[in-house]
């Protein structure tokens, strides 16, 4: 999304300004500075209300934040925001008094509120999304071709560079029994986005025991961020399930995810599986763009989880591999 996140292009474009390698510490800071002032102003992020809509730009930014993150909470919001915990709690008070989003008291945290959006709080942020997109494209109208992927190009440079002293080293870790984190990143994944059909504890001890399955975490700063189940189908044969692949809203963003996935897949293939299947439903759409990144492909449905939609699958191995699998296990 463009709009609610403006205000991050302010920062990731400044490394388009040419910096002169002889500069001091003041001059960089003095160009930096110049070229914030030149940017909000050219976006209109100085007017009380932004797109001269509504909305305030931090208004905007909240309901794009709720929407991106099911059942966000008010806690994870102003952390991945940086603002002040009483300034965030009356823009969601007005938010919610304009019938835009909706608050629900955690099942898992009575002390937390989760958020989301109502249908009309949808649909006025798919017209800040349309409003927004038209404004960068006239933004880029005038330039070249060139131009246009020069500018591209810098953004993602320069939000890289920036933000390599916010990603804290990820690990991954095959658990070998069900533990503490393991459960409360199960039942954050489950209350996020409600799921019906949960695994007991015995079950995920079963899955975790399975040769052929498994379950990992990672970890930032020794914290448990992150999970994902590998489960055996036993209905195909050399084939798993890609199940519970979660992330905490304030761990997002850095890669995460697709850390997990790699060691998922990576463990799978060393056991000789040859896919993996996954179902989703049409909700979850950064989790589904995710997937089909990674070359899963839709296939028909494979189960009787009445909360899916989309059912995807992803050639992982070959025959020759499982033959080659096959004779290493008998040999030893």
């Known amino acids: 999304?463009?709009?609610?996140?403006?205000?991050?292009?302010c920062g990731n474009l400044l490394g388009m300004l040419p910096i002169r390698k002889s500069a001091n510490d003041s001059d960089q800071v003095f160009t930096i500075r110049e070229f914030n002032r030149f940017y909000t102003a050219r976006l209109g992020l100085l007017r009380k209300r932004y797109l001269e809509g509504e909305f305030s730009l931090t208004e905007a930014r909240i309901l794009y934040e709720i929407e991106s993150s099911p059942k966000l909470t008010?806690?994870?919001?102003?952390?991945?925001?940086?603002?002040?915990?009483?300034?965030v709690s009356r823009i969601l008070a007005l938010l919610t008094k304009r019938k835009l989003?909706?608050?629900?008291?955690s099942s898992a945290d009575g002390r937390e509120k989760l958020l989301t959006l109502s249908k009309t709080g949808q649909r006025k942020l798919a017209e800040l999304n349309e409003q927004s997109a038209l404004q960068i494209k006239n933004l880029l109208k005038p330039l070249s071709a060139v131009d246009r992927n020069t500018v591209t190009a810098s953004l993602s440079k320069v939000r890289s560079i920036l933000s390599q002293?916010?990603?804290?080293?990820?690990?991954?870790?095959?658990v070998a029994e069900v533990n503490g984190d393991a459960l409360r990143l199960l039942q954050e994944y489950y209350e996020a986005i409600n799921v019906v059909q949960r695994d007991r504890p015995e079950?995920?001890?079963?899955?975790?025991?399975?040769?052929?399955?498994?379950?990992?975490?990672?970890?930032?700063?020794?914290?448990?961020?992150?999970?994902?189940?590998?489960?055996?189908?036993?209905?195909?044969?050399?084939?798993?399930?890609?199940?519970?692949?979660?992330?905490?809203?304030?761990?997002?963003?850095?890669?995460?995810?697709?850390?997990?996935?790699?060691?998922?897949?990576?463990?799978?293939?060393?056991?000789?599986?040859?896919?993996?299947?996954?179902d989703s439903h049409?909700?979850?759409?950064?989790?589904?763009?995710?997937?089909?990144?990674?070359?899963?492909?839709?296939?028909?449905?494979?189960?009787?989880?009445?909360?899916?939609?989309?059912?995807?699958?992803?050639r992982i191995g070959s025959d020759h591999s499982r033959s080659r699998r096959t004779k290493e296990k008998v040999q030893t």
């Open 282 to 314: 049409d909700g979850l759409k950064a989790a589904i763009a995710l997937y089909r990144e990674r070359g899963y492909v839709p296939c028909e449905r494979y189960n009787d989880n009445p909360q899916a939609t989309v059912f995807l699958r992803k």
């Open 74 to 87: 008010a806690s994870t919001l102003r952390s991945t925001l940086g603002l002040d915990a009483g300034y």
């Open 203 to 278: 079950v995920v001890q079963e899955i975790i025991e399975d040769a052929s399955s498994g379950m990992w975490l990672a970890y930032t700063k020794g914290e448990a961020v992150g999970c994902v189940v590998l489960r055996r189908l036993k209905s195909f044969s050399f084939a798993g399930e890609c199940k519970r692949l979660y992330v905490q809203p304030r761990a997002r963003g850095r890669g995460i995810a697709n850390a997990l996935l790699d060691a998922q897949e990576g463990y799978a293939r060393s056991e000789g599986l040859q896919w993996i299947y996954l």
């Open 1 to 9: 999304m463009i709009v609610a996140k403006s205000n991050d292009l």
């Open 165 to 174: 002293d916010q990603k804290p080293a990820v690990r991954i870790v095959r």
């Open 101 to 105: 989003a909706l608050q629900t008291v």
